[in-house]
């Protein structure tokens, strides 16, 4: 067991056995152990790690349960091939798209609605369940605070905002291969805000934005209110964005501004390596363009390291890092924030006139979170139950749709992004699960011009139940109807 694995595993407050399932299964998700691979024999683990027999046996034990090794009879364990391992990468655009308008679909405000109805399954909009959020928590935190300010919390936080978590962004920045001082960051609400401002602060109406596609839907939204179009860009189903073809737009149109998800794509789960992030800062800085980078999965690798940001390479301060607490904390406080780089004086302007300030209480109950509230423990318990719900939900949907379905495996966050055949209307699909009480995401809410018409977005925020599992037997069931 290489040193560093047992580092992580030290470092963990969760029990000993599931410390050592959790390193052994960083190693199987990387690679490091292959389907087919040997386990080492449970004795020899024991003596490796320096824990009791027992211990090793339940470490094994859990991931026998989970479906990743099987024992084979008189041989020991063996990691194992599961079908969702055999299943292809989804289809990705090569061409560069024209220039567009985002269209206003109607899907998109009833799956955010039916997120918060309890009569549907939630796999629709992209959140993790409450369950999995420290509710409790930080509610205690929002009264303990109420009571001490002298105010009970009543005053404005003014931009740039809550020093405290400015400051504690500033330390977690480091994490992210940055240097960010306490003054770089301005508080928003929510991600939305922060990109909207960023949006508002680099363009003009009428100026093209580079978006990839597929991409985020909220950005449409974003674009259209402000009168923007959109150049997509193609990216790739593991790496992210195609940067071939992004040298090749630039060569022949005007752009103000990218927008992008480097880190674990909503929809498609992409992680840009550090190499391509370096390239397309440096390329895109030296035309002038900047780029806002939508950063709010970062925190939310299933295992290993969290990646770096793109604003690590940004070599000129032209990179406005924007993210949220929406997705790992508490959607509802909506408590976000931007790193705009030396854009800084006229996002506080912008924010100055758009919402002037913050949630006091929300914004303060999140910055002694992540300062005195266990907040890295959070987000291990977080990434280890998105990587199973991720698995789960990967066997299940291999197990019930049709065989030639195009599945991403994303290495962080909760979505899965899904190509039916190509005869499926997702808009259709949409509907009649919908009548079922299922909600799911249809594909061309994240395209600018109604493209990716079989392809559905999944929400794995939740943990796995026996309806998950039913419902995704009648998803695969009506997938099969509408395939013929
Ligand atoms: C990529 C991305 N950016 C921004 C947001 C919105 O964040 P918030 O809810 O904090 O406004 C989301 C929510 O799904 C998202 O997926």
Redesign the pocket.
Known sequence: MPATARATATKTTLPIYQQLAGVLEEMIQSKSLRPGDRMPSVRQFSRQQGVSIPTAMSAYASLETRGLIEARPKSGFFVRLRESDLVRNPWSQSKISKITDFANLDPLHSIMADHSNPKFVPLGA?LPSASLLPGLKLARLMGSIARRLPSAGLDYDIAPGSEMLRRELARRSLDWGCHLKAEDFIITN????A?SLALRAVTEPGDTVIVETPT?F?FSNILRELRLKALPIPIDATTGIDIDALGTALKTNRVAAAIL?PNFH?PMGCLMPDDHKKEVATLLAEQGIPIIE?D?YGDLRHSGARPRCLKAFDPDGSVLLCS?F??VLA?GY?V?YIAPGRYRDRIHKLKDTSTMANATLPTLAVAEFVKHGGYDRHLRHLQHAFSHQVQRMREAIVQTFPENIGLSRPQGNFLLWCELPKQVDSLELFKRARAANISVAPGPLFSSDGGYKNFIRINCGHPWTPTIERSIGILGHLVHQLAR
Do not use: M, Q
């Not at 929510?190 to 805000?193: A, L, M, Y």
């Open positions: 992209g929510g991600g939305t805000e990109v985020y909220g998800i909503n939508d709010i949220t929406s997705k959607p909506r976000g």
